[in-house]
């Protein structure tokens, strides 16, 4: 139960740290990937790594690293949800072929993007060929990565019921998610 409890209370001050340096917008992409650095570092055997000065060093190393995957992703996101929005409510059958192919490709979308960060983390890719591995290793494995988007669902479902502990515990409990699926995918190449 006590160390249940210290993982629970790393969780929620690894979280409070991320929301602390995402505070400026544009700070979260880098926030990010130091969040999922230390998760990373945390599943390589350095549980005891010190919490806030690793943020802040890892936090330093991404800032400027990290923006052209971080970018990739809102502004294919972004297409995808704003394609989505507009083709909502279209039912000729051109329109509509095209909103399924939009579905289709918006589901590759999410497989990548799920690895994208834990990936490049290992391998230090550039930010295409980042998602191209992120998308060929969700696509590959499908049951670690239906887990994964289980395991994301968990956790929205957490922020929606239990809003105060979901707060404190969502973007850390994303990240070991995240980084667990994603090294357990790489291990299995």
Known sequence: MVVFMEWIWKLMYLNIVWILFSLPIITIIPATFAMFSIVGKWFQDEVETPIYSTFTSEFKAFFSKSYPLG???IVLGAFFAIDLMIL????????????????????FYLIAACYSIPV???????WYKTLFIALMLGVRQPVITLLMLCGL?????LLLFGTGIGILLMGSLIAV???????RGIQKI
């Open 177 to 183: 998610i995240f980084t667990l699926s994603a090294r």
């Open 88 to 107: 909502k409510d279209q039912y000729t059958t051109v329109l509509l072929t095209l909103r399924y192919a939009l579905i289709f490709m918006t589901l």
């Open 120 to 126: 490049y983390l290992k391998y230090r890719l550039s």
């Open 71 to 73: 970018i990739a992703l």
């Open 153 to 157: 669902l968990l956790v929205v479902l």
